[in-house]
């Protein structure tokens, strides 16, 4: 992709519906049920394709209903294995090992392995579906899962782990008896998950908090979903915007899901404020550097870290950014620092020293949330910006460039 710069920028765009990170979660819960399962807002990204062929691979048909919705039919036989081609393409796929050890009494699902921005362990899944009493083993590449009948049981997660929430959640619903899952992740993802799955019939109380509660039942039925708007596209906006200059409103999201961004960009002297359908904002140049920790949520989200650097490395001043939810996940700054970016990297820990403008250059995107940090940084670089490994950022943006060039953004196929 070629960036060169490009602002103010003007304009409204409607976020996406959440595919990648709330979506697929969704399409792996209907699994539990037999049935029609109709999903809207389902825009088209690189991890639905795999995770539509994880669920084929299973048993389900898929249909397409329209641009952005479709149908998942589950109602024949299942085969609970995902194969490894599909696995490591994507680690959402261990998203179908708790929906299929509930549904059918076992699964085999292959392992993912690590990726570009961390070690990604599995360990509080595993151990969560043991605590239910699912007999688990580790070997060749697979993870092989089977159960008599799953019990409720109290787990305490050593992290909030979003998968291990997910994949504890929809296999809970389904174990006999009252599950607890302390520690739970909080992200807005785990409540709209949690919401489809007492549309399908479940009790689950607590989505949102720390203690998730779930009262087993012996059956869910199917049942329709919309997909949550997309509160990380929503944020590259707003990065955007705060780099570019300009004001712009988004539609189709909740400012409250994304509030330690629109409180961090406030710190950097944008002005950010919630509308009755969306997100107002503009940028008043220039940005002022501010320090960032990435947390679990409600805190800053390690997935808008990557737009944050770049943001820092075109403001006044010095920002200091820890990354504190996986450990490789700053290893994207070098390809800032090949655009002239002044950044000192220790391990979990970054230096950003702002400048005014940056130097376009040859770079790489590492994975899908660094890639949109270089097109954005490339907004403010003289001359060309071409990112080269474009496709990471398809795996999650739907429509990234169609996006920011409404917005005003220069940005083309190379
Ligand atoms: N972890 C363990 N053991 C486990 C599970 C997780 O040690 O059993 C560690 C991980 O290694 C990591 C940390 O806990 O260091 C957080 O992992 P988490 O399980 O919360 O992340 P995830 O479910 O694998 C999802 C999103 C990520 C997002 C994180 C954190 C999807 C498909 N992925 O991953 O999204 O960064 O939650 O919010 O929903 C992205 O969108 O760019 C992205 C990477």
Same mark, same amino acid.
């Given at each position: 992709?070629?960036?060169?710069?490009?602002?103010?920028?003007?304009?409204?765009?409607?976020?996406?519906?959440?595919?990648?990170?709330?979506?697929?979660?969704?399409?792996?819960? !209907?699994?539990?049920?037999?049935?029609?399962?109709?999903?809207?807002?389902?825009?088209?990204?690189?991890?639905?394709?795999?995770?539509?062929?994880?669920?084929?691979?299973?048993?389900?048909?898929?249909?397409?209903?329209?641009?952005?919705?479709?149908?998942?039919?589950?109602?024949?036989?299942?085969?609970?294995?995902?194969?490894?081609?599909?696995?490591?393409?994507?680690?959402?796929?261990?998203?179908?090992?708790?929906?299929?050890?509930?549904?059918?009494?076992?699964?085999?699902?292959?392992?993912?392995?690590? @990726?570009?921005?961390?070690?990604?362990?599995?360990?509080?899944?595993?151990?969560?579906?043991?605590?239910?009493?699912?007999?688990?083993? %580790?070997?060749?590449?697979?993870?092989?899962?089977?159960?008599?009948?799953?019990?409720?049981?109290?787990?305490?997660?050593?992290?909030?782990?979003?998968?291990?929430?997910?994949?504890?959640?929809?296999?809970?619903?389904?174990?006999?008896?009252?599950?607890?899952?302390?520690?739970?992740?909080?992200?807005?993802?785990?409540? @709209?998950?949690?919401?489809?799955?007492?549309? *399908?019939?479940?009790?689950?109380?607590?989505?949102?908090?720390?203690?998730?509660?779930?009262?087993?039942? @012996?059956?869910?039925?199917?049942?329709?979903?919309?997909?949550?708007?997309?509160?990380?596209?929503?944020?590259?906006?707003?990065? !955007?915007?705060?780099?570019?200059?300009?004001?712009?409103?988004?539609?189709? =999201?909740?400012?409250?899901?994304?509030?330690?961004?629109?409180?961090?960009?406030?710190?950097?002297?944008?002005?950010?404020?919630?509308?009755?359908?969306?997100?107002?904002?503009?940028?008043?140049?220039?940005?002022?550097? %501010?320090?960032?920790?990435?947390?679990?949520?409600?805190?800053?989200?390690? @997935?808008?870290?990557?737009?944050?650097?770049?943001?820092?490395?075109?403001?006044?001043?010095?920002?200091?950014?820890?990354?504190?939810?996986?450990?490789?996940?700053?290893?994207?700054?070098?390809?800032?620092?090949?655009?002239?970016?002044?950044?000192?990297?220790?391990?979990?820990?970054?230096?950003?020293?702002?400048?005014?403008?940056?130097?376009?250059?040859? =770079?790489?995107?590492?994975?899908?949330?660094?890639? !949109?940090?270089?097109?954005?940084?490339? *907004?403010?670089?003289?001359?060309?910006?071409?990112?080269?490994?474009?496709?990471?950022?398809?795996?999650?943006?739907?429509?990234?460039?169609? !996006?920011?060039?409404?917005?005003?953004?220069?940005?083309?196929?190379?």
């Amino acid at each position: 992709m070629r960036v060169r710069p490009a602002g103010p920028l003007r304009g409204t765009v409607k976020v996406s519906g959440a595919t990648k990170n709330s979506g697929l979660k969704q399409l792996a819960a !209907a699994l539990l049920a037999s049935g029609v399962t109709h999903v809207r807002n389902l825009p088209r990204v690189r991890d639905l394709d795999v995770m539509l062929d994880v669920l084929r691979a299973v048993g389900a048909t898929v249909q397409w209903t329209g641009d952005e919705e479709l149908t998942i039919d589950t109602s024949g036989q299942l085969q609970p294995e995902a194969p490894y081609e599909l696995v490591r393409q994507m680690r959402a796929s261990i998203n179908v090992l708790g929906p299929l050890l509930a549904r059918c009494g076992e699964a085999r699902v292959a392992l993912p392995g690590g @990726d570009n921005i961390g070690s990604r362990r599995l360990d509080m899944h595993f151990r969560g579906l043991e605590a239910m009493g699912a007999e688990l083993t %580790v070997e060749h590449g697979f993870v092989d899962a089977r159960c008599n009948a799953l019990c409720g049981a109290r787990i305490v997660l050593e992290f909030p782990s979003v998968g291990a929430t997910e994949n504890l959640l929809t296999a809970a619903v389904l174990a006999k008896g009252e599950t607890v899952i302390e520690n739970a992740a909080r992200e807005p993802e785990i409540t @709209d998950l949690t919401a489809f799955l007492n549309r *399908m019939g479940a009790h689950v109380l607590g989505a949102g908090t720390s203690t998730i509660t779930v009262e087993g039942v @012996d059956e869910l039925v199917a049942a329709d979903t919309e997909i949550m708007g997309d509160r990380i596209e929503a944020g590259t906006f707003l990065m !955007a915007c705060g780099i570019a200059g300009g004001e712009i409103n988004l539609t189709g =999201v909740r400012l409250e899901h994304l509030e330690m961004v629109g409180v961090k960009l406030g710190d950097m002297g944008m002005r950010v404020s919630p509308t009755p359908d969306g997100i107002w904002a503009q940028a008043v140049e220039p940005l002022q550097a %501010v320090d960032i920790a990435t947390l679990p949520y409600p805190g800053f989200a390690t @997935d808008f870290m990557p737009m944050a650097v770049a943001a820092l490395a075109l403001s006044e001043g010095t920002g200091i950014v820890t990354e504190n939810v996986f450990d490789n996940r700053l290893a994207f700054v070098e390809e800032l620092a090949r655009m002239g970016a002044d950044i000192r990297r220790e391990g979990r820990h970054a230096v950003v020293r702002g400048r005014p403008r940056l130097s376009g250059a040859p =770079v790489r995107a590492f994975d899908v949330r660094a890639g !949109a940090a270089l097109a954005l940084a490339g *907004m403010k670089a003289d001359g060309e910006t071409v990112i080269d490994d474009w496709f990471h950022v398809e795996r999650g943006y739907p429509n990234l460039v169609g !996006a920011l060039s409404t917005l005003g953004a220069d940005i083309t196929p190379a």
